[in-house]
Structure formats: C-alpha cells, structure tokens
C-alpha cells in the first residue's frame, strides 16, 4: 500500500516541496499507525477545477452509520460569519473568494512563513472518511468529510519544542463576511489544540464533503474536522496557524468561559450549565428526530481517550 502511494508522487512535486518536507517519514508513519486505505489519492494541484475528487477510498476506521444527506449538510450549517442562524451560511457564504488562498504560519516552528493553498495541498493524500460530526447544541449527523490529517501537514513546518499548543484563525473579512458586523464572538475567529490532539491521525485537515470540494457553507477551503470535541472546535476557513508554548485563546472560551471550556471533549457525563450533554437529536431522520445516548468521546474513546490519562475531565471541560 505504501508502494503505491509513493509511486503517484510526481519528481516535480518532490523537488519543489522536499525542502521543507519528509515525504517517506510521513509515509512511514502513516503505515505504523495502520491509517493508509487501500487506495488514495493525490491532491497534486490543489483543488479539481471541476470541483469532483472522484473515485475515494474510505477510510477504515469510518463508522458504519449511514451517512445523512448533502442537503442536510450543507444547509443547517453554523458559521457566525455569515449569520448566527442554521440557514445563513448556506444563503450567504457564495460571497467569500476561496481561491486565491493562503495561510500564514507563525510562532514556535521552523518553516513559518506564508503558504498558497497548493503548497498547503500538493504533497498530501486525500481520505475519505465518514464521521459522525456533533455540535454544542446537542445535534449531530454523520458525515463523509474528506481530508488528511493535520498531523501530516504541521510536521512539514518542522514545530520546535516550544510547541505545545497549535492556535488557529478564519479569515476575517468584512467585505466578504457580513456576520462579522455583529459582535456575537470576538473576530477573527479562533481555535486551538494541543500538540498531541493536532498530530493524532483522527483530526483531520477537511477539504471536501461526499467526494466533492467544500461548499463555502462548510468552511472552504480549508477547515478543522476534530471528531471528538463538540463542534465549534471545528474551524472553517482556515488562514493562519500558530504555534504557541501557552494554552491558545478561543473564541466560545472566550465568549463564555464557564460554559465552553479549552478541551470541549465530548462527555455525556459533564452537562452544559444550561443543559443536559446526555443525548443528541440526530438530524435527518425526518421531522421527530430521535434522541440518541452521547457517547464519551463522540464515540471515539478507543482511538483518543488516552491523551487525556490522569486529567481531570470534570474540571477540564
Ligand atoms: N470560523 C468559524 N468556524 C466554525 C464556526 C463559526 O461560526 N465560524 N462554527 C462552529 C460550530 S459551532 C459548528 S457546530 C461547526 C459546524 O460545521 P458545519 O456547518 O460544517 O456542520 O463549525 C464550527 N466552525
Ligand atoms: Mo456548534
């Protein structure tokens, strides 16, 4: 599997990245970790102008659950920059210009500097994975995002061992963004991580969805997929990540701190101040949605639950 994947990378795509890249160690560690699907494929020039990836393998590690509808999707969607309501990003977000993009990289790491989306993208392979993706407000859909992970990607900056946290930002933009006229967080919006939770093979550098590029709704072109955290930890529309030794500020932390803490981990045993984090109404599943039991960990304790050994989750909520 390793052999094939090696053999799709192009001379010209080593030579203009190996200066700041290790593509064999990264491949050797995706191989240990057991994560390459039988086939993958290379994002080569950024994004398909015909905005179709094509032909995906799935992830297998996915979750069986059928996934729920493009519809569904792309338009209940929650990106404040665009408005505050589940329809707004949906009705509003075909004025934010994805291409061209860039992301700034700074703080703690080697290889900071300004990077175009290609050089974000070239190396990297893409995997399809099916998730089951879960927001604060107790709602949740299962969803076949498609991306890398970002482990693979901050590697490539070389971070320094004044590394321990990762700090992320959206694009803060007015003239394209007419949410940001409100005060309802504090702009640009912001998340954080720390290092072992950016580098685990689970958090996912999101491209696309059902095989197809991000709509804009979704957080073009860039955006965090973090499975096991509540969703706002699942930043759209990325253009600057730092490296930072402190704790990073984010924007529902710093909004309201006794209600959303830094960690934001799924547990149905640690309730909202104001509700129970017990259940979840999954969507899609016609008008009476059901209430389903929330698992620790969104159902992910197996892979993470050990970055949290000996902390306690009660007071690191
Ligand atoms: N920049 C930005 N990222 C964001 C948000 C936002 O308002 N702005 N909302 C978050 C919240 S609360 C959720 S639930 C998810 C929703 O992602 P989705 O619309 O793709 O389902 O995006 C997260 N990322
Ligand atoms: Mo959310």
Known sequence: MARRRTERIKPSEITSE?????RREVVR???ALGLLPAASKALGAAMPPDGDFGELAKWPGSVEEEPNAFEDITTYNNFYEFGTGKGDPARNAHTLETSPWSVEVT???EKTG???LEDILKPHTL???VYRFRCVEAWSMIVPWVGFPLGDLLKRFAPLAGARYVQFFTLNDPSQMPGLRYPVLEWPYREGLTMAEAMHPLTLLTVGVYGKVLPNQNGAPLRLIVPWKYGFKSIKSIVRIHFTETQPKCSWNMAAPQEYGFYSNVNPNVDHPRWSQATERRLGAGLFSPRVPTLM?????????DLYRGLDLVKNY
């Open 18 to 22: 190996s200066a700041f890249f290790n």
């Open 29 to 31: 560690s995706a191989v």
């Open 107 to 109: 703080g703690e790491a």
């Open 114 to 116: 300004t990077y175009t």
């Open 127 to 129: 995997e399809d994975r």
């Open 297 to 305: 960990f969104n159902g992910y304790a197996d892979e993470v639950a």
